[in-house]
């Protein structure tokens, strides 16, 4: 017991910079956890900046972006069980993997964020189908279901239950499809979210093209994430990456952002909203951020034939289309809304910033651990 | 001031024993007196006239308010809603010197946004008038509060299991044959309680027979398309801070596309579906293909 030294111990634990992020991780996920724990039992008015005016915050933008981001899942399964595309299926476990994830930190911080978390499940007892919200909460928790169903061929094989696994086999591809349907119910739906709010929602935003809008954007962001996703599973495991799939990858993420960006720019032109887009005034420079740099410059980065080749050009080009997505949600949510007059503005409890920072740190360390020990980067052989 | 008390009660009950002889008739008169009463609210279901001109910033309506509902700080007056006032009086300094006060309470629309935004069906129109809020089935979302226009609903922050309130258009009290507490406790004879339709009519004639007294419009007739809440002023609503609103009701555009999921369900699945078997079927044939000419 007594015979390790304390320098043989550090000898079987270095300090490496894998184990220094790890446990950062692990630190905020505590910290969020204790900070959402004072949430639950001070309450919203103690906890968060939230009021009247006011009545959602990061939680619920994040919450938007994350599901943009989580359409990592159903746009890969989509792309390898629907349109068969199977040259992409290495991606498709980390891109599943990263929906699930991503989905739970969703519920998380919905749960958080209801004044009632005892009565989540209502929505499941009381129907209200005129609400965009109600289709919202019925079809996440339905895909979270269906991304647990598609992770768990991964558990299965690494606990060798066969026969389980290969029923999951067989179900691979209807589950894909429910999962496909679900995603596309909700992620358009998100944009019918706004509908209701014509009173709130800046001009440049506010249009019935909304749903339309923020399903296309779900599959940009959702590519975009993949490709991060494969290339850090690479990384982690110190495996190669196959660079003619996240090539593939970055055209398919470039044309979806240039079908996006002229579905935008159309829909601002039928609502002759295209002088209000050349003021400069907050709201523009709003858009511009979130379609110029967001939108356009990627498009091109990831599309010009002599960009497109180039390793800086296709990473920089996936970050910018997240980074386009992010604000555009946290644009609908919060930067182009005009609260009742009198509204006190809004900045973030730092309860708010650590329950937010925590899951996200939860779900990147359970990311890790996932793709540590189960099989989410292809195997050895069939690379 | 005999135009103040429309003569409620016996159209209440006139209307009542129709209703009952309606469902008498046949089996199906249930039905077909539901769907008479569903109809009405639009027309004549309850309503409060506001006449802005009348109203001296006294105060009773918001304290009687708060005595009936049981609410905290029953002596405190409000002059913002929130979650211990469902009534309030504001302040407004006007252009042309002096001020003017503005009640504000749920509009109670005709077609209420909160009810069509409310994910578990909390709110909803009752055919009588008022939007009720059943406070048992809410979980606290706050959607809400984005969906309506006249920022009605509060929510109690400071409960660490919040929940959603409101004006309830005293709806315990309408049973009864009652004034809601507010247009009952009035002095100045600035709240007329009575149907819709009636209602409409006299604040129309009010404004043709008292020249100048009033700006030419009834806030709340058309606005987000109408409210059992009306507002009659002499000073351009604007001015008092009233969103200007067009006469579409607010939830149509989401109804709409909320209409078209199960369409779009099976649209998505079937194309789906069709494209799976058929990418499944000529990958699998050209593969026979291949191995067929191989050799």
Redesign the interface.
């Known amino acids: 017991m007594t015979t390790l030294t304390t320098r043989q111990r550090i000898e079987d634990f270095p300090l490496t910079r894998t184990a220094l992020i790890l446990s950062l991780l692990a630190l905020l996920t505590l910290a969020g956890v204790w900070a959402g724990l004072g949430r639950l039992l001070l309450g919203l008015g103690a906890t968060t900046a939230l009021s009247d005016g006011y009545p959602w915050g990061i939680w619920i933008a994040f919450d938007f972006v994350l599901i943009a981001f989580a359409g990592a899942g159903f746009t890969m399964a989509g792309l390898t069980h629907v349109l068969r595309q199977h040259q992409f299926e290495p991606a498709l476990r980390p891109a599943i993997l990263t929906g699930l994830l991503g989905y739970t930190a969703v519920l998380l911080l919905l749960v958080l964020d209801l004044g009632r978390p005892d009565r989540f499940y209502n929505f499941i007892l009381y129907w209200n189908l005129h609400s965009p919200l109600f289709e919202i909460s019925c079809c996440v928790l339905l895909y979270t279901i269906v991304l647990v169903l598609e992770t768990a061929p991964f558990l299965l094989e690494r606990l060798g239950w066969t026969r389980w696994l290969s029923l999951a086999h067989k179900a691979i591809t209807p589950i894909a499809i429910l999962g496909v349907t679900l995603s596309s119910l909700h992620q358009s739906t998100l944009g019918t979210l706004y509908l209701n709010m014509p009173h709130r929602l800046d001009a440049l935003w506010y249009s019935p093209a909304l749903p339309l809008l923020f399903f296309v954007s779900s599959i940009m962001a959702g590519l975009s994430l993949t490709m991060l996703a494969y290339l850090f599973s690479a990384r982690i495991l110190g495996r190669q990456v196959q660079p003619g799939l996240l090539a593939g990858l970055a055209t398919g993420a470039g044309w979806v952002t240039l079908v996006y960006t002229l579905l935008k720019l159309g829909d601002l032109g039928l609502r002759g909203q295209w002088a209000a887009l050349g003021s400069f005034d907050a709201m523009s420079r709003l858009l511009w951020l979130e379609l110029g740099l967001g939108a356009v410059v990627p498009a091109a980065l990831l599309l010009l034939p002599m960009l497109r080749i180039r390793s800086w050009s296709r990473w920089l080009g996936v970050g910018l289309i997240l980074f386009g997505v992010l604000m555009n949600r946290f644009n609908a949510t919060m930067f182009a809304q005009t609260p009742p007059p009198g509204t006190p503005p809004y900045s973030p409890h730092p309860v708010e910033w650590l329950t937010t920072v925590g899951i996200l740190a939860g779900a990147a360390l359970a990311w890790y651990v996932a793709v540590r020990w189960l099989v989410i980067f292809e195997r050895k052989s069939s690379a | 001031m005999s135009d103040l008390h429309p003569q409620k009660i016996s159209r209440r009950d006139f209307l009542k024993q129709a209703g009952a002889g309606a469902a008498a008739l046949t089996g199906a008169g249930t039905l077909a007196g539901q769907a008479k009463a569903g109809k009405a609210p639009a027309e004549s279901s309850w309503a409060v006239l506001i006449d802005l001109t009348r109203c001296t910033g006294c105060e009773s309506c918001v304290l009687a308010c708060k005595a009936s509902n049981n609410l905290p700080h029953p002596d405190v007056v409000a002059t913002?809603?929130?979650s211990d006032a469902f009534t309030c009086l504001e302040t407004r300094s006007l252009a042309e010197g002096g001020v003017g006060y503005v009640k504000r309470q749920c509009m109670h629309c005709l077609t209420p946004?909160c009810a069509?935004?409310?994910?578990?069906?909390?709110l909803t129109k009752s055919p009588e008038g008022p939007v009720v809020y059943d406070s048992s089935?809410?979980?606290?979302?706050?959607?809400c509060?984005?969906?309506c226009?006249f920022?009605v609903?509060?929510?109690?922050?400071?409960?660490?299991?919040?929940?959603?309130r409101k004006c309830q258009f005293c709806q315990a009290r309408l049973g009864q044959g009652q004034k809601p507490a507010c247009a009952e406790a009035c002095p100045n004879g600035a709240l007329r309680f009575g149907r819709r339709d009636a209602l409409l009519a006299q604040a129309h004639a009010q404004i043709e027979s008292n020249a100048g007294r009033y700006v030419r419009r009834v806030y709340g007739e058309h606005e987000a398309g109408g409210t059992s809440m009306l507002y009659l002023s002499a000073v351009p609503f604007a001015e008092l801070?009233f969103?200007q609103?067009g006469p579409e009701p607010?939830?149509h555009?989401?109804?709409t596309?909320?209409?078209q999921?199960p369409l779009?369900?099976l649209t998505?699945?079937g194309l789906?579906?069709a494209?799976?078997w058929f990418?499944?079927r000529r990958?699998k044939l050209a593969a026979v293909a291949m191995k067929e000419n191989t050799p």
Request: a neutral charge; charged letters at 10%; aromatic letters at 6%.
């Open positions: 913002s809603l929130d946004a069509s935004a409310c994910t578990v069906g909390a089935k809410c979980i606290g979302c706050r959607y509060q984005y969906a226009p920022g609903p509060t929510f109690e922050w400071e409960n660490p299991l919040g929940l959603i801070g969103p609103l607010i939830p555009q989401a109804k596309v909320m209409q999921t779009t369900a998505v699945a789906a579906s494209l799976a990418l499944q990958q």
